[in-house]
């Protein structure tokens, strides 16, 4: 009977002791073995890659001063135009009459006043009314100035030498004061500039006078220099973004055309502030943010988020998140929650 008991306690002994021996292999197995950089934010000056559509800094909506029915538009899109070229007219008859009109009225007027003024030399009129005939006189007489005026501007001319970019009405259409009529610019003096849109954060890294690298994919493979002309100074009410225009220099102007699409790198003078991480560290990450793992004892992982400026060949810029962090894990974080065990191996 003692055997048997004693039998019996050195199985629930060894039983404990396996049991001990399993849990310490768990234990053992659930460190993670990871690898990990120190962090250390940086001054930074980050290439900005944007795109956008070329025009001219001197593209001008002509249009007609008074409303109307157009008698005919002189030019298509494309011709190219001399200062001073007329380039649509309106139909005249109604501003004739009117101008008529005011002739008529001048006419009558200048009688009157000539009437009073020998009426009041001879003593039968009154100063009162000689004054209120001179009165009448100069207003029938600024009535026919605006008529006249009106008049002169029944027409669009040219108002620089160079191309119609688009025809906005036709030959009897009825048009308002100031409606645009022809879109032209001044594309034979060869001032291009690439109009690009940013978002908010890039806008702000640019200032006038930054260098650019811009392609034209009318000319592939080639690449032209320019610079930051000028930064928009609210958001654009289509596109929602902020736009920059980027002059270019030495692209053949034949190659050039209103509307063109073209590329460009703006390469920012001005540095930020900000961690360069290898894109492998980042999970369920997108555009503008996402999730890495760092450790600050070196044996515990921590899940935070980050705020992403950037992703360029394989490095993602990070604005924010990584305040508080000292090393971050770049291998192994596949396989890690938050808390996770690890065990740092290079």
Same mark, same amino acid.
């Given at each position: 009977?003692?055997? /048997?008991?004693?039998?019996? *306690? ?21 460190? /993670? ?6 962090? $250390?934010?940086?001054? #930074?000056?980050?290439? #900005? ?23 005919? =538009? ?25 101008? $008529? $009109? ?20 001879? *003593? ?15 207003? @029938? ?9 009106? $008049?002169?501007?029944?027409? #669009? ?10 025809? +906005? ?5 009825? =048009? ?17 500039? +690439? ?16 260098? @650019? ?37 030495? @692209? ?7 509307? +063109?699409?073209?590329?460009?790198? /703006? *390469? ?13 560290? /980042? ?27 950037? #992703? ?35």
């Amino acid at each position: 009977m003692k055997k /048997i008991c004693l039998l019996i *306690s050195l199985i629930t002994v060894f039983s404990a002791c396996s049991s001990k021996k399993k849990e310490a292999v768990a234990v053992t197995s659930d460190v /993670i073995p990871v690898s990990v950089i120190s962090l $250390q934010q940086e001054s #930074i000056t980050r290439p #900005i890659q944007a795109s956008g559509v070329f025009t001219t800094e001197d593209e001008t909506y002509l249009g007609f001063k008074i409303g109307g029915v157009i008698q005919h =538009v002189f030019v298509k899109e494309g011709d190219a135009v001399k200062a001073g070229q007329l380039l649509a007219s309106l139909n005249l008859t109604e501003i004739k009459a009117q101008v $008529q $009109q005011a002739q008529i009225m001048l006419d009558k007027a200048q009688r009157d006043h000539a009437r009073a003024k020998n009426l009041y030399r001879d *003593s039968v009129a009154t100063l009162e009314q000689f004054q209120n005939a001179k009165t009448g006189l100069e207003i @029938a007489q600024q009535a026919y100035n605006a008529g006249a005026f009106n $008049q002169s501007y029944a027409e #669009i001319r040219a108002v620089k030498s160079g191309f119609v970019l688009k025809k +906005l009405a036709n030959d009897g259409q009825v =048009v308002g004061p100031g409606t645009p009529v022809v879109l032209m610019n001044g594309a034979n003096k060869g001032n291009w500039v +690439l109009k690009v849109g940013l978002s908010d954060r890039d806008w702000a890294a640019t200032q006038a006078g930054d260098p @650019a690298e811009i392609m034209l994919d009318a000319a592939p493979g080639e690449k032209y220099s320019g610079s930051v002309l000028a930064k928009s100074e609210g958001v654009d009410p289509v596109t929602g973004t902020l736009w920059v225009s980027l002059r270019i220099s030495g @692209a053949p102007t034949a190659q050039l055309a209103a509307g +063109l699409f073209g590329k460009a790198k /703006i *390469s920012p003078r001005k540095q930020i502030k900000s961690w360069v991480i290898p894109y492998d560290a /980042i999970l369920d990450g997108n555009a503008t943010e996402g999730y890495v793992f760092i450790t600050k004892d070196g044996k515990t992982a921590e899940k935070v988020k980050i705020q992403i400026s950037s #992703i360029d060949h394989g490095k993602v810029f990070v604005s924010a998140g990584l305040e508080n962090a000292t090393s971050l894990i770049t291998s192994g974080n596949a396989y890690l929650d938050a808390g996770s065990a690890i065990k740092i191996v290079r």
